[in-house]
């Protein structure tokens, strides 16, 4: 995926280094996701106490790429990271149907804070490898996506397990971040 990744964002930035924060309730698969940008493939994690950063380079293109806990006690946290982000990345647990509406509440909080307000945001729906993920549409409806007027948004089903979705989902960010 490191190669695929490598093509896509060869020449597009020259030298700049990109920002991105990952976020999203706990056990949704961001620290999954982090490392298989950075490694290209799956690791043992446990829950993000804090946060993990890792610096992802492509050629001519560095992210750098912070995963923040998504336990209760870390959310009011998240803000104290919003800082000098280009993007956002928001991870939900597609299987989770109990929680979409905390992830929906904790979504409104952070697009409500001044220092993301534009950003693009990209939705990872995550573990669709899982019988009971819920289809684009319902995730859609459930975090009342097509209420965001005021920045780019997408959402992209993926598992990060298999590494499925997730060249898509960068496909569109780096589109939006180009312009």
Do not use: C
Not at 17 to 30: E, M, P, S, T
């Amino acid at each position: 995926m490191g190669f695929v990744f490598s093509k896509v964002f060869s020449g597009l930035f020259g030298s700049e280094q990109i920002r991105l924060i990952i976020i999203g309730l706990d056990n949704a698969g961001k620290t999954t996701i982090l490392y298989r940008l950075h490694k290209d493939e799956v690791v043992q994690t446990v829950p993000t106490v804090g946060f993990n950063v890792e610096s992802v380079t492509y050629k001519n293109l560095k992210f750098q790429v912070w995963d923040l806990g998504g336990q209760t006690s870390l959310r009011p946290y998240w803000r104290w990271y919003y800082q000098d982000s280009n993007a956002i990345i928001y991870v939900v647990d597609s299987a989770d149907k109990d929680r979409l509406e905390v992830a929906k509440q904790e979504l409104e909080l952070m697009l409500e804070e001044e220092e993301v307000k534009g950003l693009p945001l990209l939705i990872f729906a995550n573990k669709q490898d899982l019988p009971e993920a819920l289809s684009e549409s319902e995730i859609v409806n459930a975090l009342d996506l097509h209420s965001i007027k005021n920045r780019q948004w997408a959402l992209f089903k993926i598992s990060a397990i298999k590494g499925e979705g997730l060249n898509e989902g960068f496909e569109w960010l780096v589109d939006v971040l180009k312009y």
